[in-house]
């Protein structure tokens, strides 16, 4: 029984009987025909006996593993190695069907190699997730052939395995590579000037060429006799909370990625810089309700917490309760916070709804509403009008393009701060607005 799953005839094959059956045919008309088809006939039975021979002599003339890490990084693409090892003396064709996830959709994978003899043949493809969640692979599926190729024998290795996707952590690491190499402008992040001195005494040393003369403290200049200048650091452990909008506004999906997964994704690599640079990271998300609270904290285990937390949420069909959401700030943060609200408004009148929460909150803490423009409106603006249909349809994108623009200067106005992103731009625009507050002392 093993053996017949495990033959499968070629393509090759079929060929072979195919042009013998139109010889017989032929032969009704050419009688030559007849004894020649007998005798193709009886080669390619026998090369037919010959490759089973040859492929079933050998009960592991194969062997193939899937390496798989144990966890995905959300919308990056992911490499996944296959190694195979020949064991037949002679070069194999290999097929190989990986039973990919159903989450990537994917049914008509196959990839084709020629196998030296006991050679070690490696090779990867790549995945790009759009969703987290458990993504389970089936078995790994190699057909081997020989040279004759009439007969293809099939391996299965039972390498069913469930591979976590995570947010994406490749995106978190790049950032902090870039903010630790001081090569963040790449990525279009800004360089921006430190304003005043609202940073945090370090000590006193000697004045050397090129420290700022405002600083020289001559207390310590009278005593030394020689110029002393104080030593600032940057303000440390500020609390830092990112606020993540579980209602339906945040479905809607670009380029393949939900807002939510967007706002998770900027989330991890922000709170990775912000502890970087011995800020406090916080995390709460809300619909209806708080789902999910994080205290603000600088411990060294508390990325892993904030990601775990982030790897389960996902959003909602109501629409969120801005006035609840409110009134956990006011009883659960209660020092001055920097508070990062990931949200979404498609018309002013959802956001006025809202805009009285908003300056509550204000009052108290740092506030930065970020929302998200529709960049598939950018096709209808940029795109020619040939007919008054088309300019009705530019006209209404541009009036909802102008609209999110009004949004801004509204909140602004209210002394609200703003963030209108696109939302592959995200990760970068946030992390600019938490550099601009650090380096203007705002926090």
Do not use: C
Request: net charge positive; glycine share 2%; proline share 3%.
């Amino acid at each position: 029984m093993k053996f017949i799953k495990a033959l499968y005839i070629h393509e090759r094959f079929f060929k072979a009987i195919a042009i013998i059956a139109g010889l017989f045919l032929l032969s009704f008309w050419i009688p030559i025909l007849y004894v020649i088809s007998w005798v193709l006939f009886l080669v390619v039975w026998t090369l037919f006996l010959v490759d089973i021979l040859l492929l079933f002599r050998f009960k592991t003339g194969l062997k193939a593993r899937r390496l798989l890490t144990e966890k995905f990084s959300n919308s990056d693409v992911n490499p996944i190695p296959i190694t195979l090892q020949n064991e037949y003396p002679f070069n194999i064709g290999v097929k190989i069907i990986d039973e990919l996830p159903i989450q990537f959709q994917k049914r008509d994978f196959e990839y084709t190699v020629s196998v030296k003899p006991n050679e070690d043949y490696n090779f990867e493809y790549d995945v790009k997730p759009v969703e987290r969640g458990e993504y389970h692979f089936g078995k790994l599926n190699i057909f081997v052939s020989s040279p004759l190729k009439m007969i293809s024998k099939r391996y299965q290795f039972n390498d069913e395995a469930m591979v976590a996707v995570y947010p994406s952590y490749i995106q978190m690491k790049k950032y902090e590579f870039l903010a630790m190499s001081n090569r963040l402008t790449e990525f279009g992040m800004k360089k921006i000037r430190r304003l005043g001195h609202t940073m945090e005494f370090e000590q006193i040393k000697e004045y050397v060429s090129g420290d700022d003369v405002r600083t020289i403290n001559w207390k310590a200049t009278a005593k030394r006799a020689s110029l002393m200048v104080n030593q600032y650091q940057d303000e440390k452990s500020q609390p830092i909370y990112s606020m993540i909008d579980l209602g339906r506004v945040m479905k809607m999906p670009f380029e393949e990625l939900k807002l939510l997964d967007y706002a998770i994704n900027a989330t991890l690599a922000f709170s990775n810089i912000a502890l970087r640079k011995n800020d406090k990271a916080g995390l709460l998300t809300f619909s209806k309700k708080v789902e999910t609270i994080i205290a603000a904290s600088n411990k060294k285990t508390h990325l892993n917490l904030i990601n775990e937390s982030l790897y389960n949420i996902n959003t909602e069909f109501t629409d969120s309760d801005f006035g609840m959401l409110y009134a956990v700030i006011k009883r659960k943060i209660t020092h001055r916070s920097l508070l990062i609200l990931y949200t979404n408004f498609e018309h002013m009148s959802a956001m006025k709804r809202q805009l009285p929460f908003f300056k509550a909150i204000a009052k108290q803490h740092l506030l930065v509403v970020v929302f998200f423009e529709n960049t598939e409106l950018d096709e209808l603006v940029t795109a020619n009008a040939e007919d008054l249909q088309d300019v009705y349809h530019k006209t209404i994108a541009e009036k909802f393009i102008y609209e999110k623009r009004l949004m801004v200067k509204e909140l602004e106005n209210k002394g609200i701060h703003a963030v209108l992103t696109k939302p592959k731009n995200l990760t970068v625009n946030v992390i600019n607005k938490y550099l601009e507050f650090k380096a203007k002392g705002f926090i």
